[in-house]
């Protein structure tokens, strides 16, 4: 939800769905989820980018950076519908082209 390089727009942005979760209220009204993006590298300087992509944002305030290497027993799918899922926050790297 927060993916950006730039310190001041993390927390801009974090703030801009803060108000969009209060408008949604208790019955999510507008049908808000915490369904994420899926990025793909082909390549090793393709992981090297999400690599620092994700540490750098992550340092600017927009949630954990999370490795998942070999298995993806320990990623979280976000569920289908809603948004009050407030360990969804941050960045799942899945590693492996076997997985």
Known sequence: RD?????????FMSRSVDIMEELAG???AIN???????????SD???????HF???????GAGP?????GSIESYTRSPTHGF????LVGF???YGSDL
Request: proline share 4%.
């Open 3 to 11: 993916f950006f390089m730039d310190p001041a727009l993390v927390p």
């Open 26 to 28: 208790e019955s999510n």
């Open 32 to 42: 808000l989820s915490r369904r994420g993006y899926c990025f793909l590298a082909a």
């Open 45 to 51: 300087q393709g992981v090297e980018a999400f690599e």
């Open 54 to 60: 994700a540490e750098t944002a992550s340092s600017y």
């Open 65 to 69: 950076v999370r490795r998942h290497r």
């Open 84 to 87: 009050r899922h407030h360990g």
């Open 92 to 94: 799942d790297l899945v």
